[in-house]
């Protein structure tokens, strides 16, 4: 009877043994970064949406839809190893597809404003469409925020990504030039997810691509984003008229609101009596990077004190439009319930000038046959404790 006892002992020692082995190796097999797809949806012309989740080995997860490169979620954990979702957005695709101030989606054929939907190529004018007041915003009534991209899957042992591409055909939205897209999203297990952008034509066009998603590090969306510290690496900014187009001249910050070369609450100077604000509702400025090498640089960072979680962003892009959510207006539902308000959320959009084409001074946003247009942004995610 001895000998069973010890048998029995020894059997059940080695099988819980195994079994913590087994659930070891299921966990480093389950933190391995992955890709999840699943659909989302259907467009008005009966197009499926699907929706891409990325997860890498420290849980982060972004969502993306093959629907405007939408990034519908990012969670990231806060100093309490608490995970929540940082970007703004909705819970359905037809809110989407109805009413979405281009939350968290690929903007383009041109980001931000043209004006009057009007400029000159090669000495012949084209004319776009006109959806922001007198303006052309964002690549216009169906940018590549609307539209289906064709999705290839990234994954290995130390990232999870998408490459997401489409064709732009002459004359889509008035632009010139069949331009053949393609932007990659690469998540890696430094908490870091880059945007990279390339575009090829075979007339001469325009082009200035982004990301447009509204951040609010502090993880609710009731609250107002004015606590959130920003440094913008730039010593000027674009002034604008009353429209939001830039009038050209460029505007050393020192001495104004617009300086953020050190960190500064986003709600310490936004409703100072500027005219520029007022113009704006707030910040929705383009602002001129310091180092304009084409390389990456450093172009903003966003610290949300509560959460302890803070947003650096490099860039290889000359300029970033930073903007404060100064048009939403409780109208849109949140995906965490309520209503997304006045502020709540803030955008740094990667990009080349507004209405470049339109001034000779800015640099250039032309693309011809035989160049490559190429772009890179890095979100990097972070804690201060």
Known sequence: MQFKVVSITIFFSLFFLYSCNMETKNEEQNSLPSITKVKYGETKNNE?????????????????????????????????????????????????????????????RYANRIEKGEFELNGKKYHLPINNDANHLHGGLKGFDKVIWE??????????????????????EGYPGNLKVLVTYILNNDDELSVSYSATTDQPTIVNLSQHSYFNLSGDFNKEILDHEIVLNADSFLAVDASLIPTGEIVNVKGTPFDFTNPKKIGQEIDSDNLQLKYGLGYDHCWVINDQKTDEKFIASAYEPESGRKLEIYSTEPAVQFYTGNFLDGSLVS???????????????????????????FPSTVLNPNEVYQSKTIYKLSLIN
Request: proline share 4%; glycine share 10%.
């Open 335 to 361: 995906k965490k319930g309520g209503f997304y308000k006045y502020r709540t959320g803030f955008c740094l959009e990667t990009q080349h000038y507004p209405n470049a084409p339109n001034e000779p001074t």
């Open 151 to 172: 999705v290839k899957t990234l994954n290995n042992d130390s990232i999870a990504g998408l490459e997401l591409s489409y064709l732009s055909r002459d004359g889509e």
């Open 48 to 108: 499926i949406v699907y929706q891409y989740s990325l997860k890498n080995s420290n849980g982060m997860l972004i969502s993306i839809l093959n629907y405007g490169g939408i990034i519908t979620s990012w969670t990231a954990k806060d100093r309490n190893n608490e995970f929540d979702d940082i970007v703004l957005g909705f819970d359905n695709f037809t809110a989407y597809e109805n009413s979405n101030p281009y939350f968290g989606a690929i903007v383009g």
